[in-house]
Nanobody, 125 residues
Framework: VQLQASGGGLAQAGGSLRLACAVS????????MAWFRQAPGKEREFVAA????????RYADSVKGRFTVSRDNAKNTVYLQMNSLKAEDTAIYYC???????????????????WGQGTQVTVSS
């Protein structure tokens, strides 16, 4: 499975960006897809996740109500719509896939076995 993240850039506080993660290679409906982020000097943290088959959405408390994760199976793409951006959302955003097929969508980064290269999001205040 190969993941390619795109859509990052510079936004003003209160603005919006949409990230996309193009997925290629073998994927199964049991996969979970997630977004993580890592700010300078900080550990990588969970942002949002969804099942490849749909449903099971999970969000970090810090982004609930502002970010929305979705997927388009026809385009083999997972999205992260980010609204009401804050300066603290500045980070490199990574998409990841969990092939374990568990019943619960997981939030721990070590459970995800495929990773994209990351896309920079910078929010100016």
């Amino acid at each position: 499975v190969q993941l390619q993240a795109s859509g990052g850039g510079l936004a003003q506080a209160g603005g919006s960006l949409r990230l996309a993660c193009a997925v290629s290679g073998r994927t199964l409906s049991s996969y979970a897809m997630a977004w993580f982020r890592q700010a300078p000097g900080k550990e990588r943290e969970f942002v949002a996740a969804i099942r490849w088959s749909g449903g099971g959405e999970r969000y970090a408390d810090s982004v609930k109500g502002r970010f929305t994760v979705s997927r388009d199976n026809a385009k083999n793409t997972v999205y992260l719509q980010m609204n009401s951006l804050k300066a603290e959302d500045t980070a490199i955003y990574y998409c990841a896939a969990d092939s374990s097929g568990g019943r619960v969508v997981l939030t721990a980064s070590w459970r995800y076995d495929f990773w994209g290269q990351g896309t920079q999001v910078t929010v100016s205040s």
